[in-house]
């Protein structure tokens, strides 16, 4: 990931959940589609393949568990984001150049700025998720089921980001990123604040979308 990926994507982080992003929602579902409850019990992704997490890892620093691809590098989250904790699951990389990984963020938004998403109705949901969409780095956004009684909301970063550097409310400077991402945001069964995000470089893969949504599906706190 290239520095200016990593201010995109810690920008994202940061606002996403409490200013606004509008998603093209059709865009969302064609890059990213969501595995039916039917799909998770058979162990199949979104395109009715098997797709595997046969690792399951375990956060003894954070509290949660995670169903992997395989046993992963753990390095903090802060080695990516200043100031943020949680874990760097890396599964491949080519030194220092993280190729595919999984980040899982503690506390990664403020619960009292982000509406309950189990109980929004779909006008709220829409109003909510384009707030958003204006406001942040994303190509696309959807509300999903993370599980059968949870909701979360997934999203895509865009490659290329309005920044306005000066405060005048006008965007003044673009920002490019190599590659994008796959990012999440929901309450954990415990209540926690979290964001798991998928980083594949150079190319968002099918497969490798589709065993994030599964990890995503099965995190748990313990």
């Known amino acids: 990931m290239t520095k200016k990926a990593k201010i995109i994507t810690a920008l994202g982080l940061m606002g996403v ?11 969302a579902k064609k890059k990213a589609p969501v595995q039916t409850e039917q ?8 395109a009715g393949q098997q797709a595997v997490n046969n690792y399951v890892y375990t956060s003894k620093q954070f509290g949660y568990t995670i ?9 903090p989250a802060s080695a ?10 890396i599964f491949d990389n080519d030194g220092y ?15 009292h700025k982000m509406p309950d998403l189990n109980t929004l109705n779909e006008a709220d949901a829409k109003k909510y998720l ?3 969409m204006r406001s942040n780095g994303y190509e696309a956004m959807e509300l999903i089921n993370r599980t059968e009684k949870d909701k979360a909301i997934y999203a895509i970063t865009a490659k290329e980001v ?3 550097t000066n405060g005048d409310g006008e965007p003044d400077m673009t920002a490019k990123a190599d590659t994008q991402m796959a990012v999440t945001f929901f ?6 604040c979290y964001s798991i995000q998928l980083i594949d470089n150079p190319d968002l893969r099918d497969e490798a979308v589709d065993l994030f949504q599964k990890g995503v599906v099965s995190f748990k706190e313990k």
Request: hydrophobic share 35%; aromatic share 6%.
């Open 67 to 75: 169903n992997c691809p395989k046993k992963p590098q753990v390095i």
């Open 39 to 46: 799909q998770v019990k058979d162990g199949q992704d979104a």
């Open 187 to 192: 309450r954990g069964n415990k209540g926690g």
């Open 80 to 89: 990516l984001y200043e100031g943020k904790e949680g874990e760097v699951l």
């Open 130 to 132: 384009s707030i958003l």
């Open 162 to 164: 309005e920044i306005d």
């Open 17 to 27: 959940l409490f200013m606004g992003t509008g998603m093209n929602q059709a865009d």
């Open 97 to 111: 150049n993280i190729k595919n990984a999984w980040i899982v963020i503690k506390d990664a938004f403020d619960t």
